[in-house]
């Protein structure tokens, strides 16, 4: 499809705009630079919450709504609420439940904080350098229940966590999204917190048809946007089932792949 045809670029961020190292390149700054000045607009969604993503306002100029939390949440530039989506009581208990019966940690987000049971647990220091504000220890999460946006189970056993994927997604069903936003990761959301949602949001709120929206990301809940979009690129680093489902693969996030894509597929 010609960049003519393409009036919003959607990314996801963590091993697709950024780096493993979390690092938002020069060469990806221009490229969304480069983008604004072709007239055609970017917007960001993730699995971090809101506040987690308040460091690329600036950097990249954002001016559409920012989606956190895969859809559970939508804020504009300023951080301010837009829309939010929470887990029901009831959900949200047996979510963590079955999170850490499973064998994974478990962590809860409300709209505007996380929390853990575990300071030192794995994952949650590189997750404070990533949204760079700490989270909040708590014995237990029965009192946040009726705010949680999202739960989240955490393991570097990556079989452990795609096992426990399928089982609390089968468990849970319609009444939850659940999806892997890291190999290490398995976010539970509201059921219309998902990035195919996300694209809806921004093609309704923006008058923008979806077959006029190119999405990139790198893992499976980012195939969820892929199959709505006009043009959907799959990064370098992402699994071969989720390069099969894009339109076009580029390089890795450590290897200026977002930038590349931007400049091969909507530039150039």
Not at 224 to 229: Q, V
């Amino acid at each position: 499809m010609a960049a003519a045809n393409i009036s919003l670029l959607l990314s996801d961020v963590d091993g697709t705009l950024v780096t493993s190292a979390k690092v938002l390149t020069e060469r990806a700054r221009n490229a969304v630079s480069r983008l604004y000045e072709k007239n055609i607009r970017f917007a960001i969604t993730s699995g971090r919450p809101p506040r987690g993503m308040r460091m690329f306002v600036d950097p990249l100029g954002l001016k559409e709504p920012i989606a956190g939390f895969n859809g559970g949440a939508y804020v504009g530039p300023d951080l301010r609420l837009l829309e939010s989506h929470v887990l029901s009581v009831d959900v949200a208990k047996r979510a963590v439940e079955s999170v850490l019966q499973h064998g994974l940690d478990a962590w809860l987000y409300t709209g505007d904080e996380w929390y853990v049971r575990d300071a030192g647990a794995p994952h949650v220091s590189r997750e404070t350098q990533t949204v760079a504000f700490p989270p909040q220890v708590v014995d237990s999460f029965d009192r946040l229940y009726e705010a949680a946006v999202k739960v989240v189970g955490i393991s570097d056993d990556f079989d452990r966590v795609r096992a426990a994927n399928d089982a609390i997604a089968g468990a849970l069903g319609d009444s939850a999204a659940v999806s892997r936003s890291q190999p290490y990761y398995l976010d539970i959301t509201n059921p219309v917190a998902n990035k195919a949602a996300v694209l809806r949001y921004h093609a309704t709120r923006l008058g923008i048809p979806a077959e006029e929206i190119a999405t990139i990301g790198d893992m499976p809940n980012d195939v969820l946007m892929f199959s709505g979009s006009g043009l959907s690129i799959a990064m370098g680093n992402a699994s071969a089932d989720v390069k099969k489902q894009a339109t076009a693969v580029t390089d890795s996030c450590d290897d200026e792949g977002f930038a590349k894509a931007v400049e091969r597929y909507l530039l150039d």
